[in-house]
């Protein structure tokens, strides 16, 4: 079946680091890949989504590329800030629009 | 717009108990979809409706129902409540059920079956 693999967290940085959180999938047609954000005591929200091999998709300073010969879609941010301090989904959509979601990364920014 | 909204936000039940999970969207979207969030597991899909007056079970459908009457609601029922179902559930839309549609989170609801 689909499936999301997200490297195991939780993750600590110091402000104005570099930002990389690793998703790989497993999925038997051809997948749309998204990356949901989950901000203490919220719903989760898009952060930002790839529908075909070779997309980039960015949002708020972050970048994810859809590499079908890798499985991947990395999450990536040259310089993190304290407000990006959240739960970070990986996720994909083959059928319908359900979603596969990845176990989440809990990310920390110190100032 | 009030987006997807859910109530209630917290809820404590003892187990074999019933109840009736709220969730209503105002964007007019067709699809509609409940998730439960468990620590180390994400997010799974429990039941999702493409439209009014269809819906289908999803990765963890066992001991919830849902029905779909009007475009707007999509509540979620728990027959007779386990400890198990202690979870953080979310309700989901979006515009349509193409795969690559971006879905709109509720803020959630909280229960623990004691």
């Known amino acids: 079946g689909d499936s999301v693999t997200q490297m195991e967290g939780p993750v600590t940085l110091s402000e104005e680091a570099f930002l990389t959180i690793n998703c790989t999938y497993t999925?038997?047609?051809?997948?749309?890949l998204f990356w949901y954000v989950q901000y203490p005591g919220e719903g989760l929200q898009l952060l930002l989504k790839?529908?075909?091999?070779?997309d980039k998709g960015s949002n708020k300073g972050f970048e994810a590329t859809y590499r079908k010969e890798t499985t991947s879609f990395h999450l990536e941010k040259g310089s993190v800030q304290v407000s990006d301090s959240a739960v970070y989904f990986c996720?994909?959509?083959?059928?319908?629009?359900?979603?596969?979601f990845g176990k989440g990364i809990t990310l920390s920014v110190r100032p | 717009n009030a987006g997807v909204t859910q109530t209630p936000k917290f809820q404590v039940l003892k187990t074999g108990q019933s109840m009736t999970l709220q969730c209503a969207q105002d964007?007019?979207?067709?699809?509609m979809s409940w998730y439960r969030q468990d620590p180390g597991m994400g997010l799974r899909l429990i039941h999702y409706?493409?439209?009014?007056?269809?819906?289908d079970q999803g990765e963890v459908p066992n001991g919830y129902n849902v029905s779909r009457s009007t475009t707007e609601d999509f509540p979620l029922r728990l027959l007779s409540a386990a400890p198990s179902q202690t979870s953080v559930y979310f309700c989901?839309?979006?515009?349509?059920?193409?795969?690559?549609?971006?879905?709109?989170f509720g803020p959630g609801t909280r229960l623990l079956v004691l």
């Open positions: 989901a839309s979006s515009q349509t059920a193409v795969p690559g549609e971006t879905q709109y």
């Open positions: 999925a038997t047609g051809y997948p749309s």
């Open positions: 790839a529908t075909k091999a070779d």
């Open positions: 996720a994909l959509s083959v059928a319908n629009s359900k979603l596969t």
């Open positions: 964007m007019n979207h067709e699809y």
């Open positions: 409706s493409v439209g009014a007056g269809i819906t």
